[in-house]
């Protein structure tokens, strides 16, 4: 029998569409709910206006985005990992604040599976520092199987069908 | 290579958590947009307030509750099936008018499963009706395997961890 609430460490992975997404659905009944919320949108280019940005701008929520977009030149690297490292130590100042409710880390999963952060560091420095009321929300594609353990709840979103198989192109609202 | 936008008829389906949610981080993304947006919600019972129909009403989004919660009891099921037929048929209305952008009916599966409407006959209303540049989500539980073949883009959620596995109970931005 449920008996118990607490923060949850929540983390949506897989290669299937939604997992932002369903985050955002969070974000947008927790801001009913009038709880204190902040986003860090790792990997994503600061310089995209998406459709969640501009959202939140309106609504007043918190939002960073620390990304240099996808870098597949090994070259290229070096402002992408700082970048991201910069969005975890600013991570890590927001949790360890208390002063939220919610804090979504954004395509986090990347820089674990990357090598960019070490996962039992990052996961150490959680459990001395994350408080124990604050829902923290993970997304991104192969979250190492130690989140996975880490978390409390973890959905994997599949496609059966996708649009893009079909030659339909991304569009505003749906896709960013 | 992709080439076309149009509407898409989107399904999200499976025993995980985050159907819904998914569906709301449409939601706030279109909202972002200045998308013309309705929402239809089945089986939830009128009288909830939910983080996101809080949500909604402040940002001025038009929303539709219409059921009467999950009811078990087959003496019982009367109201819940004419309120549920009632939601289908101002579904119909908004798909039809062409005023929307984006149109979610959420939980609206459970209508097709439990045999209150025909499959076939919503499909092919749906295909005579539905204007092209409509984006339609669809949320809930086994979805008909018509509906997915009729369906874009169909995301199935898993759960692979859950709290209430754990003795959590379900709590306001998360959950609902």
Redesign the interface.
Known sequence: ??????G?T?V?T?N???K??????????????D?RLCVIQFIKSEKGR???????E??GIEWHTLGEGFVWNPDDMGPAILKAREGWALAQERIASGAY??ILLDEFTYLLKFGWLDTKAVLDWLRAHKPAAL?LIITGRDAPPAL?EY??????????????E?????????E?
């Open positions: 029998m449920p008996r118990q609430t607490r949850l929540i949506h897989g299937g569409k939604g932002t997404t369903a985050a955002l659905g969070m974000l947008f009944r927790a801001w009913g709910h709880q998406w459709g969640e940005t501009i959202a939140a309106r609504l409710d919610l829902h996975i978390a409390d709840l973890v959905t994997v979103m599949e496609n059966v069908k996708h649009p893009y079909q030659g339909v192109r991304a569009q505003p609202g749906i960013f």
